[in-house]
């Protein structure tokens, strides 16, 4: 916007010189006056915006918040079919924590089905004997076998109610899961149309409405200098060509927002 105050400066000339010549009003001049002083306001408006930003930023990141910002952004001009970004949703951090809460309850799900199931054992040992019979003879080593049967200590009823638990937080781990996935992909189709959308629009503002609304400006400006225009007229097609210029600048940084949510969501290069 600081860029368009020497237009609004040459506008105030323009005036004051056809005033001084009789030529206009002096209403003509207070109105040029008054919207370059809008002007001016509306500068130091971003410029309290800008810092409000820059401290809400330091609350993360600390001093580096003062860094210096890029004067341009990003050329993220390209972006891949949805297809491709859906297939990358797999290894989004909030998905794999699902897969892994749904992993840990499934193994919580076979250690309640062993816990129903009899533990066997077989030991076989072998000692050997030091000493002597009473006969003189030395006493002999031997070999032991056994075998052990761990019945369940809990009930029946008690290990089919621990499955059963175990099976249904799993399962509901696994619909949550499900739900997840499917508000990531409703995210991801949506962020995709605004980014398409914003691109389209954007192409129309650089093949035409920022050549017409400057168009627009400068001729208005040529038929008041001539005396076949109001200066009213002027003032809208100056504002109005200032206000299609920020309005091209927003549609760039939403259009960067969007592909950064894009980036967060399908893994994009940055």
Known sequence: MSESRPLFDDLVTVTRSLYSVG???????????LELSRLDDRLIDIERQRSGAQAALSEWVGNDAGRPVARKLPKWDQLPLLE????????????????????????????????????????????????????GEPR????????SVDLPFFSRKSVDSTLSAALQER??????????????????????????????????????????????AEAS?????????????????YIDDLNTRIDHIRLQV????????????GGLPR
């Open 23 to 33: 030529r206009k009003s002096q209403q003509d001049v207070l109105r040029a006056e």
């Open 84 to 135: 491709s970004l859906e297939r990358t949703l797999v290894d989004h951090p909030v998905l794999r924590a699902a897969d892994a809460r749904v992993e840990a309850l499934g193994a919580g799900v076979d250690v309640a089905k062993q816990r129903s199931k009899p533990a066997w054992a077989l030991n076989l040992g072998y000692s050997y004997r030091e000493g002597m019979l009473p006969s």
């Open 140 to 147: 002999s080593d031997f070999i032991s076998l056994g075998v």
């Open 171 to 216: 399962s509901a781990a696994e619909l949550s899961r499900d739900q997840i996935l499917r508000a990531l992909q409703s995210q991801l189709a949506a962020e995709h149309a605004r980014w398409q959308e914003l691109t389209r629009r954007l192409a129309l503002y650089d093949k035409r409405i920022l050549r017409q609304a400057a168009d627009n």
């Open 221 to 237: 400006m040529l038929a008041y200098q001539s005396d076949r225009g109001d200066f009213a007229e002027v003032m809208r097609a």
């Open 254 to 265: 939403e259009r960067t927002q969007s592909y950064a949510v894009l980036a967060n969501l």
